[in-house]
């Protein structure tokens, strides 16, 4: 019998309607052993995101995992905050059981270089802004030679020639100067981006549902789709940080083209501001161009919503 590889992980996020079901995700499969999670101004301020954060651990039974607060700003621009796409609190005004658990002393950035450190192998799951992930590098320069990957949902990189995407990718639009120091920095980057996840279906949300059974998270999930349909948006987006997680679960389920990503922006930042340049030699970004829908829904069916 096959040993089960479980993965060290730390969950930087911004939680965040989607965060939730990857956090959900990640706590309830036990190839990934998610040591820590770090928080950092995204989708909504960073008290918020980080006292979500601490409700999601709380709603999964899980106060056992540390979270840790991180940047409150992106590197070098300013963050305007919409209760649109996440409500007020973040999670379209659904009230996850608050936790009591109080957040880490120590900040995201040394406990994201701590840990690199001290493990074997570190998987960094970046659902957010790279603020934290560059401020690490910033602070701690070897931080780059330390045995670390980043499985992401940030970025489009036009490898599928499927698609003609009018949008940057909303993380990267925020602090792009993070995400341009993570490329550079030559830590091995796993991204299911645009390219990808502009293939969802909002169909798939209603299949989750009807296969699915009672649950509180089953009760989240309903909620945040109709959160969703009354403001006119797409469902399907709350699957979006999920692809990560699943894609350390079954790594079958998607293909990347290797290259290198330079970053082409001023003021203005538009669709084209990642230019991914195909090279296998020395690649250090590894962009996904097709990933198995039907895969990814039965897993976050049979880890999240059959439970």
Known sequence: MTKLEKHKVIIDCDPGADDALAIMLALNSEEID????????????????????????NSCNRKDI?????????????????????????????????????????????????SAAR???????????????????????????MNIEIITMAGYYKVNSSLNVKRSEWNVLVDPEAFEIVCNS??????????????????????????????????????AKDFYLSRNLTPKSLLVDSLPVAYIIDKSIAKFKAGNVTMQY??????????????KDKANIYAAYELDLD?????????????
């Open 119 to 145: 493990e074997e192998k570190l998987t960094i799951i970046s659902i957010a802004p790279m603020s934290n992930i560059a401020k690490a590098l910033i602070k701690y320069p070897d931080l780059k030679d």
């Open 295 to 307: 895969r990814f829904v039965k897993i976050l069916i049979e880890r999240i919503f059959n439970k």
């Open 66 to 114: 540390p979270v840790f607060a991180g940047e409150d700003r992106p590197i070098k621009r300013d963050i305007e905050f919409t209760d649109e796409y996440c409500g007020k609190n973040g999670v379209c005004e659904y009230e996850f059981r608050k936790s009591d658990k109080l957040v880490q002393k120590e900040n995201a950035i040394d406990f994201i270089y701590d």
């Open 186 to 223: 030559g830590i091995p980057m796993y991204s299911l981006g645009l390219d990808v996840s502009s293939n969802l279906k909002n169909e798939y949300i209603d299949e989750i549902i009807e296969k699915g059974t009672k649950s509180e998270k089953m009760e989240y999930l309903i909620h």
């Open 266 to 279: 001023k003021e203005k930042i538009d669709c084209d501001i990642i230019k991914f340049n195909s090279y």
């Open 34 to 57: 998610v040591i820590g999670i770090t928080t950092v101004s995204g989708n909504s301020p960073l008290e918020i995101c980080t006292q979500n954060a601490l409700n999601i651990i």
